[in-house]
């Protein structure tokens, strides 16, 4: 079995990505971190290819109390993933508990918008290769909402790059891109956490994304 590789931080990590995006000679590369780790290793990826950068923000959704158990996620403008959340009726088993969980992530998912693009227009996705980046791809549900949102915006091709994987995750998300980028896959039921992948793995506060894409973004 090959061994997965760990990364000395996020930033080693976007490197390692960038060399494998860059073969791909993808025209009118656009990179999309997610918050807030996932910006870091898309910062790295940008300035490798030469590309803008800009975010897709979603947020997880939790049971109450659970809020880490991940049962889908929500990204901008009410996307869902997965899609079916958006089919449950008032007659289904945990209607209440899926519809609080969203209303109240799409709040945050709005105000975080706000907070990191700082009254900026988005970057323009159509027609571009639209490249979402995240730092891993654990349960697969952020980074599938995530790509659900970009999807919306037309891009030529949609890819998903991340430096590692769950089989489920990736399997996931490989359902919502063009292709899926990364530099290693875990074999199903041996990915128990991103962290596990990096040597250095700090929490990114929401000041150094903001730091990150007012330094990248025109204003």
Avoid at 11 to 37: C, N, Q, W
Avoid at 93 to 109: K, P, T
Avoid at 130 to 137: F, K, L, P, T
């Amino acid at each position: 079995m090959a061994r997965m590789p760990r990364f000395r931080d996020r930033r080693e990590a976007g490197r390692r990505l960038a060399e494998l995006l860059a073969e791909l000679s993808l025209p009118s590369p656009l990179v999309l971190g997610i918050p807030r780790g996932g910006v870091v290793v898309a910062d790295e990826v940008a300035s490798a290819l030469g590309a803008p950068l800009d975010v897709v923000v979603v947020r997880k959704l939790g049971y109450p109390g659970h809020e880490e158990a991940a049962f889908g996620a929500v990204g901008e403008g009410g996307v869902l993933a997965p899609a079916s959340l958006a089919e449950l009726t008032p007659e289904d088993r945990g209607y209440d508990v899926v519809r609080r969980a969203i209303a109240a992530r799409s709040e945050e998912v709005t105000e975080r918008v706000e907070r990191y693009r700082g009254g900026r227009k988005p970057v323009p996705i159509a027609g571009t290769s639209a490249i979402v980046v995240d730092d891993g791809i654990a349960t697969g549900y952020t980074f599938a909402a995530a790509l659900a949102v970009v999807r919306r915006h037309e891009p030529a091709e949609l890819i998903g790059a991340a430096p590692v994987a769950s089989a489920e995750g990736a399997e996931l998300a490989g359902r919502y891109c063009d292709r899926l980028v990364t530099a290693a896959i875990a074999p199903p039921g041996q990915f128990f956490a991103v962290s596990l992948y990096y040597e250095d793995f700090p929490q990114v506060s929401d000041e150094q994304v903001v730091e990150l894409l007012a330094r990248r973004q025109q204003p």
